[in-house]
């Protein structure tokens, strides 16, 4: 058995939107389309949910979010189940060396366990922070690299410890994963990347006067007001974006000159995106709109896996892991009985096995109370989406709802993404819309939609979960499908 190295890049928040191998007028990722050229760009991928735990813990289990439930749920977490296997440990049984470098709190939190299995994890920005000898060397590569404001998210420090943990690493099979947080907002990229996107006459005088979310995903301080002002926002993520392509250059780079591209398996991807301009209404990282749960998904391997192609058939997060379990021949029955996803190998064919993505999301923030469930099916065609209840948050069980979050969604949605791509008419409350529609041919796909919905939730193997009283009669009331247990 051929041991082919494994390279994950995720993008946090990343959108395909600003990536010019996705069609984005802007080149702001040439070492990204460069290994799109080489690879299987999959236009139309889709993560599991809009937040980062668990679509990490899916990318690693190769399961959907009840099938693993990663999450935090009111004041108490559910950790990824320790029967479930994950992609490390599979590797590390393989004889694979297994590392992780991830400048994302909630991946390097423990209290979610979705880096079971790494040998190593690294937390680059937290060391460049606490650790003064990361901070010289950090501050020795910035000078290298000719970048004055010597400042970014922990990229480019990720960059040289990848480097130092590879130098022993060489000739043994190895598998890297890298969490980048330069794309996540607020935007505030470093030069020469911040006014290289800029429109004329734009200065930095200027972009800091317009709008941005706070990290927790909130327009706190109001939206952009005009136009300009949001060509001004998207300059500076497309600056956040080529900082981080500017770093996987540099890794893609050394591995070149050390001999072992050729037999790297290259995955290029993010754990959601970003709602800015689409979804007003609501906080990023908290729906199930295209804006968040489209991401990007680029595969660089053996055989179908470099022919420059780009494939239209839906893929989903969850199909990473039975795609490298695929190509690198794990037979272990355990292993592949876990797996939820389905190979991308499929979806290279006329007749995939996979037709449409499934998105849920509950509860995101660390001891607030959940008041809501939602659940989508994605087609080609069309997007229906379920929601238990039109409020998300409460900071304590007896507390108002927080006054700025709101729930995304109507109990139902459903939209015609051939017509509406941004997701702007629900089909079954509106009334008009800028193009036709039938009150019979609606009902017939809600009907069709949730059928499927549900039909795949209940199949899926879902372990149960512990969940405080307060939340244990509101879950019930929800439907879900898997044993919950009240403590």
């Not at 994302?104 to 606490?130: A, I, Q």
């Not at 008041?371 to 065609?381: H, L, S």
């Not at 949730?450 to 512990?466: A, D, H, M, Q, Y």
């Amino acid at each position: 058995m051929e041991k082919f190295n494994i390279f994950i890049f995720l993008i946090d928040s990343q959108k395909p939107d600003n990536l010019h191998c996705y069609g984005y007028h802007k080149e702001t990722s040439p070492n990204i389309d460069k290994v799109a050229k080489e690879g299987v760009t999959f236009m139309n991928n889709f993560t599991c949910c809009a937040w980062t735990p668990p679509s990490h813990a899916s990318l690693f289990t190769g399961r959907y979010y009840s099938g693993h439930q990663t999450i935090c749920l009111g004041g108490g977490k559910t950790r990824m189940p320790e029967d479930i296997p994950t992609m490390a440990e599979a590797l590390n049984s393989l004889g694979y060396e297994t590392a992780a470098f991830s400048n994302n709190f909630w991946v390097n939190n423990d209290e979610g366990g979705v880096l079971r299995g790494f040998k190593d994890c690294f937390y680059p920005s937290f060391l460049r922070r606490h650790d003064r000898k990361y901070r010289e060397i950090e501050m020795k590569l910035f000078d290298e690299m000719d970048e004055p404001e010597r400042r970014d998210s922990g990229s480019l420090l990720t960059t040289y410890l990848v480097k130092e943990w590879l130098k022993d690493r060489i000739d043994k099979p190895f598998m890297i994963f890298i969490n980048f947080m330069e794309v996540h907002h607020p935007y505030h990229p470093p030069e020469p990347f911040r006014s290289r996107f800029y429109p004329p006459g734009v200065d930095d005088e200027e972009a800091k006067r317009v709008p941005q979310m706070t990290g927790d995903g909130i327009w706190s301080k109001g939206f952009p007001k005009t136009p300009y002002e949001w060509l001004i926002l998207q300059a500076l993520l497309d600056g956040e974006t080529a900082v981080v392509d500017n770093r996987i250059g540099l890794i893609l780079e050394y591995l070149k000159e050390t001999g072992i591209y050729d037999n790297t398996i290259i995955v290029i991807t993010s754990d959601h995106g970003d709602t800015l301009w689409e979804h007003l209404k609501c906080p990023s990282h908290s729906s199930l709109y295209d804006s968040n749960i489209h991401t990007p998904l680029i595969v660089k391997g053996p055989d179908e896996y470099s022919k420059g192609e780009k494939v239209e058939n839906i893929t989903q997060i969850v199909d990473i892991f039975p795609t490298i379990a695929e190509i690198l021949k794990i037979r272990d029955s355990r292993i592949l009985r876990s797996i939820q996803g389905t190979s991308l190998s499929s979806a290279l064919t006329e007749e995939p096995k996979r037709t449409f993505a499934i998105a849920e999301m509950r509860n995101p923030f660390v001891g607030w109370i959940p008041e809501c469930w939602c659940k989508a099916i994605r087609t080609m065609n069309y997007k229906y989406i379920w929601c238990s209840s039109e409020v998300i948050w409460r900071m304590a069980p007896d507390s108002p709802p927080h006054p700025q979050i709101k729930s995304p969604h109507e109990k139902e949605e459903l939209f015609n993404l051939q017509e509406d791509p941004l997701e702007q008419y629900n089909l079954i409350k509106c009334e008009e819309a800028p193009f036709e529609f039938s009150r019979e041919k609606i009902a017939q796909t809600v009907k069709c939609l949730r059928e499927k919905l549900e039909g795949f939730l209940e199949s899926l193997e879902i372990p149960p979960v512990k969940v405080p009283k307060e939340i244990y009669k509101k879950m019930k009331a929800w439907g879900q499908y898997q044993e919950i247990i009240p403590i």
